[in-house]
């Protein structure tokens, strides 16, 4: 083109014209031949100046700035010196040196929301167990400052890379997180922290609590919340006559009638957390009938009945009752010398059968007194006739003397008690006084059939009911141990003696059910000379064939005057399965846990309540 163009703004003569790549081979235009025939070429450019001046107005004025790019809030004689000022001006480009044809150019500076720092709080069980749950657009007016225009959203970082998606059920714990308040139309937004925290969550661990008192006794309802209630520092028990949670309770911890108390425990944090649970309160009027005792039946449920706990103060009685029946459990009367018991308690050991000792039988019943401070008193013990009855039944079969029954009231004179200091009959180191019969006020009630036994004490310790045998001795401590163990395929047994007096020989007997025993042994006679021993005796016994499941083993010990006692059952399982058991159910003082495994391995134990909440965990135990 360049050969066949004149100058600028020329004629170019043209005899011929084809458009390019129209696929006809034939002019696209008619030649005015032979005369001249004239084309006129439009050209579209973009035309880029080296320099605009800017202007404020349409014509005329100043040129404030002439270098790109151009910059309103840093150029002088703009009339805008921030980004703050919202709202719409307009400036006029040019070419440089060219003071006509200025195009406009609107500068539209939108408003930015504002962000606050704010804080919310939430409440968890457990904190950082991401348990809380947030309902962060709760905070939407807090952190937009109630700007109504404009839009929020939440995010984990700073940078606002990972927004949170579900703003209204997060379960972040303690931590930062941050806001985007924007709006929508223009994109403009600001951003800043909200704080996260997480407080505990009180937790009575349980809704509904249940306790009783026997007239004119009271009880605190505190007394009544679990030891493994969750209470964080600080936290207020509060009591309340009302479901609403309105009135207060004038006396919970005192409380001398039946009744129900609403209880809430609150945080001091802000806000705070709660948690609430109703409890129960029965009180009764005392009873004739002794703890444990069946009502209808007048017999004895056997077990531990627990630690029951009343306070005496010097020349004072009273008698101690169950606080599950208001049934009685022990009489005391404190002797007037110038000391008080102070907390006593009794624990009352109900055997399922006859008890021995070193071959002399003793009542099923057997009680533990303990004071805080050890004084004279006057003691007062509770038995049933069938307990009596049940004694004779055993005694008969050994040749010692029988207690008083309803049927045979004569046969009071036949009753002792021995009181073992410093433990519980069987230990070493303890030591066992007679209290002769003519120190015993017995009575008896035949509505009830219940044998009250009173005596004066110089002090206390475990009691044993039994008939007085020769010289008025009390029982005597002997047999210290009995155990079996697993060994492979086989049983192994063995037991140990501090003391033996007139001990002829033992025998090793064997039941499937705990019931029905048979020997298992040959005789195996005293290791004592002549059958007497004052210091520590081991012996031991293997049962070469035990039967699959459970094996139940106790000792037959025979005197040399024919005399027989036996000892506590042990259980030794054989099978391929691990047995566990654990009772009582409910407790109250002491869990017993059972654990029978065909090899001996580590273990954990975790104990958990009905609601799956941890309560114990001992990481490794072992036998005993």
Same mark, same amino acid.
């Given at each position: 083109m360049a050969t066949i163009f004149s100058n600028a703004g020329s004629v170019l003569n043209v005899g011929y014209w084809e458009t390019w790549n129209d696929f006809q081979n034939a002019s696209d235009i008619g030649a005015n031949f032979p005369g001249v025939t004239q084309i006129k070429l439009k050209v579209y450019y973009n035309y880029v100046p080296a320099t605009i001046d800017w202007y404020t107005v349409p014509t005329g004025g100043t040129s404030i700035y002439n270098t790109t790019p151009f910059n309103p809030l840093t150029t002088t004689g703009s009339g805008i010196t921030n980004s703050n000022t919202v709202g719409t001006t307009t400036f006029y480009a040019a070419c440089a040196g060219a003071t006509n044809c200025r195009v406009p150019v609107d500068l539209n500076i939108n408003p930015t929301p504002q962000a606050f720092q704010d804080t919310l709080t939430a409440c968890e069980f457990a904190p950082s167990s991401n348990g809380a749950i947030f309902d962060l657009t709760t905070m939407n007016g807090a952190v937009s400052g109630n700007n109504a225009a404009a839009s929020v959203d939440y995010y984990f970082d700073d940078a606002l890379v990972t927004q949170i998606l579900n703003p209204t059920n997060d379960t972040s714990s303690t931590n930062f997180i941050y806001s985007k308040v924007y709006?929508?139309?223009?994109?403009?937004?600001? !951003?800043?922290?909200?704080?996260?925290? #997480?407080?505990?969550?009180? &937790?009575?661990?349980? /809704?509904f609590l249940t306790g009783s008192a026997c007239a004119p006794n009271v009880l605190d309802v505190a007394s009544l919340i679990n030891p493994f209630s969750t209470v964080p520092p600080g936290s207020d028990t509060l009591y309340y006559e009302d479901p609403a949670y309105s009135i207060p309770h004038p006396n919970p911890h005192a409380i001398g009638q039946s009744d129900t108390v609403y209880m809430v425990i609150v945080t001091n944090s802000t806000p705070a957390c709660s948690d609430s649970a109703i409890a129960i309160v029965d009180v009764q009027g005392g009873t004739n009938h002794i703890v444990s005792q069946d009502v209808n039946l007048n017999f004895s449920y056997c077990g531990n009945v627990g630690n029951n706990i009343m306070a005496f103060t010097d020349g004072t009685g009273d008698t101690i009752? !169950?606080?599950?029946?208001?049934?009685? #459990?022990?009489?005391?009367? &404190?002797?007037?010398? /110038?000391?008080?018991?102070?907390?006593v308690s009794v624990l009352e050991?109900?055997?399922?059968?006859?008890?021995?000792?070193?071959?002399?039988?003793?009542?099923?019943?057997?009680?533990?007194?303990?004071?805080?401070?050890?004084d004279s008193a006057y003691v007062c013990l509770y038995y049933l006739d069938d307990d009596f009855a049940l004694y004779n039944s055993d005694a008969s079969l050994t040749g010692w003397p029988l207690l008083p029954t309803s049927t045979n009231m004569s046969l009071m004179s036949n009753m002792c008690i021995t009181k073992v200091d410093g433990g519980t009959v069987g230990q070493n180191g303890t030591t066992a006084i007679s209290i002769p019969n003519n120190q015993l006020n017995i009575?008896?009630?035949?509505?009830?059939?219940?044998?009250?036994?009173?005596?004066?004490?110089?002090?206390?310790?475990?009691?044993?009911?039994?008939?007085?045998?020769?010289?008025?001795?009390?029982?005597?401590?002997?047999?210290?141990?009995?155990?079996?163990?697993?060994?492979?395929?086989?049983?192994?047994?063995?037991?140990?003696?501090?003391?033996?007096?007139?001990?002829?020989?033992?025998?090793?007997?064997?039941?499937?059910?705990?019931?029905?025993f048979s020997a298992l042994s040959d005789k195996i006679s005293s290791k004592g000379l002549n059958g007497n021993s004052q210091s520590i005796l081991n012996y031991a016994y293997t049962d070469a064939y035990p039967i699959d499941g459970h094996n139940y083993y106790r000792l037959h010990q025979e005197d040399l005057d024919g005399k027989v006692s036996y000892s506590q059952v042990v259980d030794v399982y054989f099978g391929n399965e691990t047995q566990v058991s654990l009772y009582p159910n409910p407790v109250q003082n002491q869990l017993t846990l059972e654990v029978n495994t065909p090899k001996a391995t580590q273990?954990?134990?975790?104990?958990l309540d009905a609601t799956g909440r941890l309560v114990k965990s001992i990481p490794e135990f072992n036998e005993g």
């Open positions: 709006y929508a139309a223009t994109g403009c937004y600001s !951003s800043d922290s909200l704080y996260l925290v #997480v407080n505990t969550l009180p &937790d009575f661990t349980a /809704g009752r !169950s606080s599950q029946d208001c049934k009685k #459990v022990a009489a005391i009367f &404190d002797a007037p010398d /110038g000391t008080d018991l102070g907390s050991d109900i055997a399922c059968q006859t008890p021995f000792h070193n071959g002399q039988p003793y009542v099923n019943r057997a009680y533990t007194i303990t004071p805080t401070n050890n009575s008896y009630d035949a509505t009830t059939t219940v044998w009250t036994v009173c005596f004066p004490v110089s002090g206390f310790s475990s009691f044993y009911c039994h008939t007085c045998n020769m010289m008025n001795a009390p029982l005597p401590v002997s047999l210290l141990s009995f155990k079996g163990q697993r060994r492979g395929q086989q049983s192994d047994l063995t037991w140990i003696t501090s003391q033996e007096i007139d001990n002829s020989h033992f025998f090793v007997e064997r039941s499937r059910d705990g019931k029905s273990a954990e134990l975790k104990i």
